[in-house]
């Protein structure tokens, strides 16, 4: 498992057939190359435009033709055109929006807010076609088209001369048009390949963890990942401080676990108060939650409601987003143990939630992220078959 940025890119494109060669009579040109989409792990396929020739294919990296690496898509134009030139191609459409950092900073805003198109063309777009969630699957895009004809009278004209390339790009505009003198040229002129199948792909990352950090802003989610992880992520004593799911990785000798930190959710975020509940979908395919709560909010006469109160509004807004969302391996956090009068609430809260257990930590100082770490470790190793899971019905707020 791993992660990558996070983000939407649309990406358009189709592949023409390669031109007949001259060199002997009706030689066939080669059909032209199959466009095959190579993503990071977590990539969800939504259509726009066109249909998708294939079905995800599982396949070892290994097999892979080298040519057909990951990225394929988004290299160098350069070395795309030059390639063209070898192969006597016509151009090949493939387009990728370049904005890809503007895209990215509209994380966790719907797909159909990160474009400008008209609410019809939204309507079309057909989502979820295809995900692919393993190391080495593929998916071809677009057809490459069948190749074109070539001719003895082709010969005249010398392979790869900028002449001969001018006639093969009139000729399959001809052809297109479906003009009838091209039977009779037929015999006079070489044929370029046809036009290979097209498509407008939206491609959304989502983050593939094996457990989410879930709680309120300002319970010490972000210092939590760095206590378990090497990852940095951005601490601050305010709320919100984390506005994009962070990641870090948990090691141990013969195992590693990926974590995430989601940005602090809010009473109300499924109606777009605070941050939204939209980054939600990058724990969709976390194994296990970790239920981040402040122990100390509402102490002492400050801001904050209940750790108790807490995990019922966690639990809410996960099933608003989306319904059984909250229904997977699960334990609770119980952060700022250090904290005055942290302890009592760390008994009521025992008292008062049933069915998970329960981790009392300082993420500050990195006490109890050792039990935490096993406790994680298990629910992760386990097959997440009567694994416990924090319910409504088990949290008393009275
Ligand atoms: N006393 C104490 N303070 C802590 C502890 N863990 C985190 N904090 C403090 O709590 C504040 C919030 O920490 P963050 O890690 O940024 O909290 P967060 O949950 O990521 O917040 P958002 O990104 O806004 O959702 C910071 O001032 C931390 O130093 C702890 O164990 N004890
Ligand atoms: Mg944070």
């Not at 209940?306 to 334990?331: A, I, K, N, Y």
């Amino acid at each position: 498992m791993h992660s990558r940025c996070l983000g939407f890119q649309r990406v358009t494109t189709s592949c023409c057939g390669k031109a007949g060669h001259g060199t002997s009579k009706n030689r066939i040109g080669n059909r032209g190359e199959d466009k095959v989409l190579q993503v990071p792990i977590g990539t969800v396929i939504h259509l726009q435009e066109g249909e998708i020739p294939s079905q995800v294919e599982n396949e070892s990296p290994k097999d892979l033709d080298p040519w057909e690496l990951p990225g394929s898509l988004v290299e160098d134009p350069a070395l795309e055109e030059n390639l063209g030139a070898h192969q006597e191609t016509m151009p090949e459409s493939v387009e990728v929006d370049t904005e890809e950092a503007s895209v990215t900073r509209h994380l966790g805003i719907p797909v159909e807010d990160c474009f400008e198109d008209s609410d019809e063309e939204i309507d079309q777009i057909r989502y979820n076609v295809a995900e692919l969630t393993q190391q080495g699957q593929r998916i071809i895009i677009a057809r490459g088209g069948e190749g074109g004809l070539g001719n003895v009278c082709g010969t005249r004209y010398v392979r790869g001369s900028k002449f001969a390339k001018s006639v093969i790009r009139q000729t399959s505009l001809k052809s297109m048009e479906g003009d009838a003198e091209d039977e009779e040229d037929e015999r006079s002129s070489i044929k370029a390949g046809s036009l290979g199948s097209e498509s407008v792909l939206i491609l959304e990352l989502k983050s593939i963890a094996d457990v989410g950090l879930v709680g309120l802003p300002n319970a010490g989610k972000s210092t939590l990942l760095g206590a378990l992880s090497r990852a940095k992520p951005r601490v601050g004593h305010y709320a919100f401080t984390t506005l994009r799911p962070n990641l870090g990785n948990v090691n141990y000798d013969d195992f590693s676990m990926t974590v995430a930190d989601i940005p602090g959710l809010i009473k109300g975020a499924h109606q777009n108060r605070g941050l939204g509940h939209n980054f939600l979908r990058h724990i969709e395919r976390t194994k296990v939650l970790a239920y981040v709560v402040d122990l100390a909010s509402g102490l002492d006469g400050c801001r904050g409601v209940t750790p108790w109160q807490q995990l019922r509004d966690l639990v809410m807004e996960l099933e608003f987003h989306e319904e059984g969302l909250s229904d997977r391996s699960s334990l609770i956090v119980a952060n700022k143990i250090d904290e005055d009068g942290a302890e009592e609430r760390l008994k009521e809260l025992e008292r008062r939630v049933k069915g998970v257990r329960i981790f009392p930590v300082c993420a500050v100082l990195e006490e109890g992220v050792a039990e935490l770490k096993d406790g994680l470790k298990m629910l992760v190793d386990g097959d997440g078959e009567g694994s416990e899971r924090l319910k409504l019905e088990n949290i008393c707020v009275d």
